[in-house]
């Protein structure tokens, strides 16, 4: 099958087949946000981290214990470029998947799709419920209390930012900035 490069529309509208959940959609737009932001930043290609963004957890909702392996398989069914399908399947490295990130690209969302429900957890406690007024160091007070946010798996974050090579709290402002763009669109 030759591979195409999916547009915007295509991917949100293969999102919106495989999940219903508005809380996976309005993640999915969150990461989007933020690998978009990201991109900017290091000048790559915005829409192609954006679309990954999105599509990272397009079998989450649909097949739960085939997370990753299960987006492989219908992304390549729909032609999908092997550096798209790569990307989206070592988000789940050392959880779901085998595939290692080695690309800006696969790091981030590595790193990024964790970061984000950490970030979002301290967002909503705030009396705002916002990003707009969300600082670093608000994060960095929450990210030493295990128990909050307990889900959040911060050895992913940890091992994502040595890859990434950046400073933990560095990397949280520039989450801050990418979800404070998407803001309206993720209601925080």
Same mark, same amino acid.
């Given at each position: 099958?030759?591979?195409?490069? !999916? ?7 293969? /999102? #919106?087949? /495989?999940?219903? @959940? ?6 999915? +737009? ?6 978009? +932001? ?10 192609? &981290?954006? %679309?990954?963004?999105?599509?990272? *957890?397009?079998? +989450?909702?649909? /097949? !739960?214990?085939?997370? =990753? ?10 032609? &999908? !470029? $092997?550096?798209? %399908? ?6 789940? &490295?050392? %959880? =779901? ?29 705030? !009396?705002?419920? @916002?990003?707009? *007024?969300? $600082?670093?160091? @608000?994060?960095? #007070? ?5 128990? /909050? ?5 911060? @050895? ?33």
């Amino acid at each position: 099958m030759q591979t195409h490069t !999916p547009t915007y529309d295509e991917a949100l509208s293969l /999102f #919106k087949e /495989f999940n219903q @959940s508005e809380s996976l959609l309005k993640h999915a +737009y969150t990461v989007e946000g933020v690998m978009r +932001y990201m991109a900017q930043k290091l000048g790559e290609d915005e829409e192609k &981290w954006g %679309i990954v963004g999105l599509m990272h *957890d397009l079998d +989450y909702e649909r /097949f !739960p214990e085939q997370h =990753c392996s299960k987006a492989r398989e219908i992304l390549e069914e729909r032609g &999908w !470029p $092997e550096e798209y %399908i790569r990307a989206i399947v070592s988000h789940g &490295w050392g %959880i =779901c998947s085998d595939v290692e990130p080695q690309t800006n690209l696969e790091k981030a969302l590595y790193t990024i799709d964790e970061l984000t429900g950490l970030i979002t957890a301290v967002a909503i406690i705030r !009396p705002s419920k @916002s990003v707009a *007024d969300l $600082e670093a160091k @608000s994060v960095m #007070k929450k990210w030493k209390d295990k128990s /909050f946010a307990a889900g959040v798996n911060r @050895s992913v974050i940890e091992k994502g930012t040595a890859m990434l090579g950046v400073e933990l709290k560095d990397l949280v402002t520039d989450v801050i900035m990418g979800m404070r763009q998407v803001a309206d669109r993720i209601g925080l």
